[in-house]
């Protein structure tokens, strides 16, 4: 059974998708923490950073290019905004498949700090 951004992916369940291409798509979060708030994924199904293999720089690079281009877009890229990756359960990820957050249209919290 695929998992949810793979269905977000191939349109099986619906998102608001603000960019697609042959490597990725973009679309809005479901419960943004910021004014912007995008996720960018692979179609394919790769759980997390640390799954990368070699053969994924190009996609990988793909992500990021993409969510600069739509900062730029949105009007949020002047001002500035954060990229991140949760990478698997230490770094609070939830959905496992590669997910960049592009964040953004307000000045952010710092808030990275030992739960324990
Ligand atoms: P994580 O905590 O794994 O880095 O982030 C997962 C993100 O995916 C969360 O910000 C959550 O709001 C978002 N999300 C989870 N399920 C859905 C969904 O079905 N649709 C959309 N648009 N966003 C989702
Ligand atoms: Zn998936």
Do not use: T, W
């Not at 993409?66 to 990820?93: P, T």
């Amino acid at each position: 059974m695929a998992c949810i951004f793979c269905k977000i992916a191939s349109k099986e369940i619906p998102a608001d998708i603000l960019y697609e291409d042959e490597l990725v798509v973009a679309f809005k979060d479901a419960k943004p923490i910021a004014p912007v708030h995008i996720l960018v994924i692979p179609k394919e199904h790769i759980e997390s950073v640390a799954d990368l293999k070699d053969n994924h720089e190009v996609l990988a690079g793909r992500m990021i290019m993409v969510a600069r281009r739509l900062a730029e877009e949105l009007g949020i890229s002047e001002n500035g905004y954060k990229l991140l990756f949760r990478v698997r359960k230490y770094g609070g990820q939830e959905v496992p498949h590669i997910h960049l957050h592009l964040l953004g249209g307000a000045r952010l919290s710092e808030n990275i700090k030992p739960v324990e």
